[in-house]
C-alpha cells in the first residue's frame, strides 16, 4: 500500500509561483510512474504532468508546458511541481497519483490516466487570483 501526501498549495497572484510537494510512503520512483492531476470546480479531473519511473522523463499537458516543472527526490521518496507563471484558469485541487505496470505513453495519461491511477492522494488546494 501506497500513501501519498500533497502540501504546498495555497493563494497566489496572477504570475506568481508556488512549489507543490508529494510525499510517499515507499520507494515509489523505483516502482511507479508518478504524476499530477487537477480538478477545477465543476470540471473533470485533467491530466497536468507525468515522471516516468526508472528513467526518469517527464511529459506535460498543452496548457502547462514551459510554466510548470515536475521532478522526484529519490532520496525524499517526494515528487514535485514547481508552478511558475500561474494563471487563474490553473485555480484547482491537485491531486499526486501513482500508477504501476508498463509506461502506456503520454497520450495514454492525456486522455485515460484519471481511470489508471493506482494511488491517490488527498489533494491540495491552489487558488490563483487575477
Known amino acids: 500500500q501506497v500513501q501519498l501526501v500533497e502540501s504546498g498549495g495555497g493563494l497566489v497572484q496572477a504570475g506568481g509561483s508556488l512549489r507543490l510537494s508529494c510525499a510517499a510512503s515507499?520507494?515509489?520512483?523505483?516502482?511507479?510512474?508518478v504524476g499530477w492531476f487537477r480538478q477545477a470546480p465543476g470540471k473533470e479531473r485533467e491530466f497536468v504532468a507525468v515522471y516516468r519511473k526508472s528513467v526518469g522523463s517527464t511529459y506535460y499537458a498543452d496548457s502547462v508546458k514551459g510554466r510548470f516543472t515536475i521532478s522526484g527526490d529519490t532520496s525524499k521518496n517526494t515528487l514535485y511541481l514547481q508552478m511558475n507563471s500561474l494563471k487563474p484558469e490553473d485555480t484547482a485541487v491537485y491531486y499526486c497519483a501513482a500508477a504501476g505496470g508498463a509506461w502506456y505513453g503520454s497520450t495514454w495519461w492525456t486522455n485515460q490516466g484519471y481511470s489508471g491511477m493506482d494511488y491517490w492522494g488527498k489533494g491540495t488546494l491552489v487558488t490563483v487570483s487575477s
Open positions: 515507499g520507494r515509489i520512483f523505483s516502482n511507479y510512474h
